[in-house]
C-alpha cells in the first residue's frame, strides 16, 4: 500500500465517525462538472476580427504566449486538462467560430462554424456550453446592443441570439448532451439616464423575439446574467439582477450568478436557496472581484467554500452549474484555468467533507455553540489526504507538481509563439 493509499485509509476512517463516507463522496465529486471557459485562453480575442474589447470589460497585462488560433486555444485547453482532475466541460463564445476565413456576421453564424469544436469536444470526452457574444463588434461601440433604441442595430442582435440558441441545439444534439445557453449583454450608461425604464422595456421585447422560438427538446438550458456595472455603464445596467431574476422567474429559465457582479459585500451563497425556489436551475460563473468586477482568477477562499458549501447541504449539485469566468493577461493563461479549476473542485470535496449533519442536529437542538464548534473543528480535519488520493486516482498531480508541468509546456509551445 503507497503512502497516500496510507493517508487515505486513515482520513477515510476519522471521516467515517463523523458519519461521513469518503468514499461515495469521491464518487460524487468525480460526477461534478466544471465549465472551463475558452476566453482565458485568448484573452477574450475570438476568430471573428476582433483586435480589443468592448463592452465593459477589459483583460489586462501581456504575457507572452497567448492562443492566436483556434488549433492553439484548443492544444492549451486540452493540456490544461491534464492537470486537472475530475469532470470537465468547455464553454465557448459565439466570437470563437471558425469561417474558414469567410466573413460571417454574428446574426448569421450556424452550427458548421462550430463543427471543429464538437469534434475536439468528442475526443476529449468533454461537454461544451455556449454563449451569444454581445460585445467587441461594430454594433456593440455605442455600449448598446439588444436595447438599443435603434431597431436595425436591435434586429441584429436578436438575430444573433436566435442563432445562438440554434447553435447551442445543434452541439447538443450531436454530443448527446446538455448545453447551457447563456446570455450577457453590455447595455448600459456611464452617467446618470433620464430614462430607467425605456431601455428595459427595449430589452424585455428583445429577450422575449430570441426566447420565442421553442427548441426540439430540453438539452438547451438557457439562462440570463445580470452585471453590477462595467466600465461605461457605471451607473446604469438595463440588465440588472432585478430584472433578470423577474425575466428568468417568468420564463421559466435559467440566471446566472457571476460572482464578480455584485456588490463586494454580497453573499452569492446566500442568493442560492431563495433563487431555486422559484427558478429550476443557476449558473454560477466563478470569479474573483476585488473592490470592483474585476474578474481575477478564482482562488479556493470563503466566497467559494460558501458557494459549494450551499451546492452540498441543498444537494443540488443537478440544479447549479459550475462555470469558470475571469481572464488575466498578466500571467500564464493555462496556469490560470488549472488554479481555477482545481480551487473550485478543492472547495467542492472541503464542502462535501464538512459534518453537515451533526451541525444540523445541534442547530434543531438550539446548540448553536456546538453547530458553531463542529464547523471549526471541521477545518482541521485531514482533507489533504483525501485530496491526494483524488487527484493521484483521477492520475493528475498532486500539490504544486503541476506547475513544473505548465513551465515545461510554456517553454516548449508557448515561447514560440509571437
Known amino acids: 500500500m503507497s503512502r497516500t493509499e496510507q493517508e487515505y485509509k486513515a482520513a477515510r476512517e476519522i471521516y467515517a465517525e463523523l458519519g ?24 477574450v480575442i475570438g476568430f471573428d476580427g476582433a483586435t480589443s474589447l468592448s463592452g465593459g470589460i477589459l483583460a489586462t497585462g501581456n504575457y507572452p504566449g497567448r492562443a492566436r488560433n483556434a488549433e492553439e486555444l484548443r492544444a492549451d485547453a486540452a493540456f490544461a486538462f491534464t492537470q486537472i482532475p475530475g469532470k470537465k466541460r468547455f464553454n465557448l463564445h459565439a466570437m470563437y467560430a471558425e469561417t474558414g476565413g469567410e466573413k460571417v456576421e454574428r446574426s448569421s453564424l450556424e452550427p458548421r462554424h462550430f463543427n471543429n469544436w464538437v469534434a475536439w469536444a468528442k475526443e476529449q470526452k468533454i461537454g461544451l456550453d455556449f454563449n451569444p457574444t454581445f460585445m467587441s463588434h461594430p454594433l456593440a461601440a455605442s455600449g448598446w446592443t439588444l436595447a438599443h433604441p435603434d431597431n436595425n442595430i436591435r434586429s441584429f442582435w436578436i438575430e444573433h441570439g436566435k442563432a445562438s440558441r440554434r447553435i447551442a441545439q445543434a452541439i447538443a444534439d450531436t454530443l448527446k448532451d446538455f448545453v447551457v445557453n447563456d446570455l450577457w449583454v453590455p447595455d448600459g450608461s456611464k452617467d446618470m439616464p433620464a430614462d430607467r425604464l425605456g431601455p428595459r422595456l427595449r430589452l424585455k421585447e428583445s429577450l422575449d423575439a430570441i426566447y420565442a422560438e421553442k427548441m426540439p427538446n430540453d438539452r438547451v438550458l438557457d439562462c440570463v446574467e445580470s452585471k453590477l456595472f462595467g466600465i461605461g455603464s457605471e451607473s446604469y445596467v438595463a440588465g440588472s439582477h432585478e430584472f433578470y431574476l423577474g425575466y428568468a422567474m417568468q420564463k421559466a429559465i435559467g440566471l446566472c450568478y457571476d460572482m464578480g457582479h455584485f456588490h463586494p459585500t454580497e453573499s452569492i451563497a446566500d442568493k442560492i436557496s431563495a433563487t431555486l425556489l422559484y427558478v429550476p436551475y443557476l449558473i454560477v460563473h466563478v470569479s474573483r472581484g476585488l473592490h470592483w468586477d474585476s474578474d481575477h482568477i478564482i482562488i479556493w477562499n470563503d466566497a467559494l467554500t460558501d458557494v459549494c458549501r450551499e451546492i452540498v447541504r441543498m444537494h443540488v449539485w443537478d440544479r447549479v452549474y459550475l462555470a469558470l469566468d475571469y481572464f488575466d493577461s498578466s500571467v500564464n493563461r493555462i496556469s490560470a484555468w488549472i488554479i481555477g479549476a482545481r480551487s473550485t473542485q478543492r472547495a467542492l470535496l472541503y464542502a462535501f467533507l464538512e459534518p453537515v449533519e451533526a451541525m444540523r442536529s445541534e442547530e434543531e437542538r438550539g446548540d448553536f455553540g456546538a453547530r458553531l464548534g463542529f464547523i471549526e473543528e471541521s477545518r482541521s480535519l485531514p482533507f489533504a489526504a483525501v485530496w491526494r488520493y483524488y487527484c493521484e486516482n483521477q492520475d493528475v498531480p498532486y500539490g504544486p507538481a503541476w506547475i513544473e508541468d505548465v513551465k515545461d509546456y510554456e517553454k516548449k509551445v508557448l515561447s514560440g509563439r509571437e
Do not use: E, F, R
Open 20 to 43: 461521513i463516507d469518503t468514499d461515495q463522496v469521491l464518487k460524487t465529486l468525480s460526477s461534478i462538472p466544471i465549465s472551463i471557459h475558452c476566453w482565458q485562453g485568448d484573452d
